[in-house]
């Protein structure tokens, strides 16, 4: 089972729910938008953080930056 795609996938899904709730009219609850704004914030890094990655493992060629990426399939 491919564990980092999946992991990745979730993350895009927690990430568009938080951004989602973000956009909810709540005023009176400062403390909950915070812990979304840190959650993404640390998804944002994470995301960097795996392209980096990416990158690195390709032999840090500047034509990755710009390459469209392939499908496996």
Do not use: H, K, N
Request: charged share 15%; no cysteine.
């Amino acid at each position: 089972m491919p564990r980092i795609p999946i992991l990745i996938a979730s993350l895009v899904v927690a990430s568009i729910v938080a951004f989602g709730i973000e956009t909810l009219p709540i005023s009176e609850a400062p403390l909950p938008l915070d812990a979304i704004d840190d959650f993404e914030d640390a998804v944002s890094i994470f995301f960097a953080l795996e392209y980096l990655v990416r990158w690195y493992s390709r032999s840090l060629r500047p034509s990755y930056l710009l390459s469209v990426p392939q499908s496996t399939t």
